[in-house]
């Protein structure tokens, strides 16, 4: 079974400019998560998606972050503008239905210079 | 918001010694499971413990849950230097969505 894919790897850009990143979960997880993981810290959850609609963005700071699930599949995240302090690895995971474990994408690594 | 504080931060062994971390939570949890990363990948699932058990194996590893402390402890026997990796513990939140609250990693080296 193919894993959670994302791109891209590597993004280096400077202040205030935009930035997007992908995520294809895992064929038939519902559940679609995007997490912030700052050097030397656990994964912070962004927000996480139920088939294409929100079920948490508590954490999501919607004044410069953006995420979107349009057919409940791949999934977006965007900055605009970024700051330094967005420099960290964005995470993707998916879950399948009632189970509890969550399976990660390789993360997108963001420095913003 | 981080939940789970592990300890230590960092740990270095030799290969073929143990390797034990420990995480502690201040919630009620549904499960506890505890994620391997390696540098720049992602993250691993390992071993999930539910909150009515107290002790499970999975291979090398044996986790253990005291609910009554909230801690768990997280033993790997006989590392190896393919161990080498940080090692994070998320506890799946009761009473949020059941969205997992994850903690500040312990970073373990095994020496060859």
């Known amino acids: 079974e193919a894993g959670v894919a994302q791109s891209p790897r590597y993004k280096i850009i400077e202040k205030r400019q935009s930035v997007a990143f992908w995520c294809n979960p895992i064929?038939?997880?519902?559940?679609l998560y995007w997490y912030q993981q700052i050097l030397g810290q656990g994964p912070k959850l962004l927000i996480q998606?139920?088939?294409?609609?929100?079920?948490?963005d508590s954490q999501l700071p919607k004044d410069r972050f953006s995420a979107e699930r349009l057919k409940g599949v791949d999934s977006t995240l965007k900055i605009q503008p970024a700051k330094l302090e967005d420099s960290a690895v964005y995470l993707c995971?998916?879950?399948?239905?009632?189970?509890?474990?969550?399976?990660f994408g390789p993360g997108t690594r963001l420095l913003v210079l | 918001s981080q939940q789970g504080e592990e300890d230590p931060q960092a740990l270095s062994i030799q290969e073929g010694e143990n390797a034990t971390m420990n995480c502690s939570y201040k919630?009620?949890?549904?499960?506890l499971q505890w994620y391997r990363q390696n540098s720049g990948r992602g993250l691993v699932h390992l071993i999930l413990?539910?909150?009515n058990e107290r002790e499970k194996h999975s291979g090398r590893l044996r986790v253990t849950l005291d609910t009554s402390k909230k801690s768990s402890s997280l033993l790997i026997t006989a590392s190896r230097a393919a161990d080498t990796a940080s090692y994070f513990c998320?506890?799946?939140?009761?009473?949020?969505?059941?969205?997992?609250?994850w903690g500040l990693g312990t970073s373990l080296a095994v020496n060859p």
């Open positions: 995971a998916s879950k399948a239905g009632l189970l509890e474990t969550q399976y």
């Open positions: 064929s038939g997880h519902a559940t």
């Open positions: 998606f139920q088939n294409n609609g929100v079920v948490d």
């Open positions: 919630t009620s949890i549904n499960n």
């Open positions: 413990i539910r909150s």
């Open positions: 998320a506890t799946d939140d009761a009473g949020n969505n059941r969205k997992l609250i």
